[in-house]
């Protein structure tokens, strides 16, 4: 009934500052292993996340185009993070059918 297994996921995360694009990726990580097929989810595990592209892109901006420059940065991370995922198996589970 319980199903263990390990599994690498890829997501992908962006935000105004670099703990809000990791923050951004790590909660996608549930979305992706319930993509898996594990319907009842009991524990996700991280064992290892490994940075797959970080990039950061600096924009110049300007008041009315001429005063006050100021330069804004947006962030955004790929990461591959491996999983221990723990859940119950619904398929496998034998339900006892009877008439209402």
């Not at 105004?16 to 898996?36: C, E, H, K």
């Not at 901006?61 to 491996?82: A, N, Y």
């Amino acid at each position: 009934m319980l199903k263990r297994f390990e599994t690498t996921v890829r997501v992908k995360g962006r935000g105004a500052t670099r703990a809000q694009a990791f923050a951004d990726a790590l909660n996608g990580v549930q979305r992706a292993v319930m993509n898996d097929g594990v319907k009842v989810l009991l524990r996700i595990e991280p064992q290892n996340v490994e940075v797959v592209q970080a990039e950061e892109v600096q924009i110049k901006e300007r008041f009315l185009f001429l005063f006050l420059p100021r330069i804004r940065s947006k962030f955004s991370v790929t990461l591959d993070v491996v999983v221990n995922v723990t859940g119950i198996d619904a398929d496998a589970v034998q339900f006892d059918v009877r008439q209402a």
